[in-house]
């Protein structure tokens, strides 16, 4: 809101007082003065444009995979979003240089010497009290509308048309095309389960237990999921099989941790049998992804927009 008073405030009435510290500082007839004079006139533009951009165009998607990815948040900026901001970067630039190109009022009262007189200003002069010299006028006014426009066609195709509305249109079909939101990928064995805002990802073990990968801010989709995964040899700890020192559940993080099976952490869970023996080892045999919210015979169920009956349960 701050950014938006200040844009609505003409910015002559800042003329006065503004004058006067120039000349109190000794920065009149200094290229310095016009530096600094632009930068704070357009800096609320600027950031206006960009927050407006970033926040209503570019998915928070494309930044939580790469900090997935391990990127920094440096890394993130420069390599993921700034390449994406070549459509509102080139309107700021059009926009702040035909304005600062073209200015006059500031000009003409900071900058009077000769030397560093804009070319607006130098224009003034052709124009006196007994005559005026259309020609020079006429000539210099085509060199002065040269610059801007080389940089107009030069930006123009980011300008008008940007690319990611194609980003955001592939995003768009991918979403549509997969109306669950349940991800399995076959070759790694992993399932990503996706809410509006969150995430859940868990991949079969190698003893066929369920491993925990990530829960968290929702991320996109992709093939593999296998770097949330580390495993390397420990030393002091059970293993499930005999020579692979790398997998002991001990270290691995499982998604419901039994007792009695090489993990001697807190359970989450312990059942009593009726030998008396407190040991379980449940592990995968199958799944099925069905789409919509089938309804479930005996048991509850909230409402579904197209409800299906379970096919008879087979394990594979």
Known sequence: MLFIAVMVIPPLTALVPLYKLVVNIG???????????????FMPLTIFLYTGFIRSTIPKELEEAAKIDGASTIGIFFRIVFPLLKPITASILIISCVFIWNDYQFAIFFLQADEVKTLTVALSGFFGQNGNNLNLVASAAIMAVAPMVILFLFLQKHF???????????????????????????ESNEFHLQSKNTS???TILN?????????????????SFSHLYTSEAKSNVACVFEGDLTFSLDTSKQEFPAYGTTD??????QILQANGSRITNFVYKGHHIFQG?????GLPATYVERPMKLPPWKFP
């Not at 920065?27 to 006139?41: D, G, K, Q």
């Not at 001697?264 to 869970?269: D, K, N, S, V």
């Not at 919210?293 to 015979?297: H, Q």
């Open 293 to 297: 919210k089938p309804k479930l015979e």
């Open 207 to 223: 003893n066929n237990q369920l491993g925990h990968l990530y829960y968290g801010k929702k991320v996109r989709h992709r093939e």
């Open 160 to 186: 008008i048309q940007g690319e990611l509305p194609v980003l955001l249109k592939v995003n768009k079909r991918l979403k549509e095309s997969s109306p669950m939101p349940i991800f399995f990928n076959k």
């Open 264 to 269: 001697f952490r807190e359970p989450a869970y």
């Open 200 to 202: 859940y990802i868990f």
């Open 27 to 41: 920065m009149m007839n200094t290229h310095a003065i016009a530096i600094f004079n632009n930068v704070a006139a």
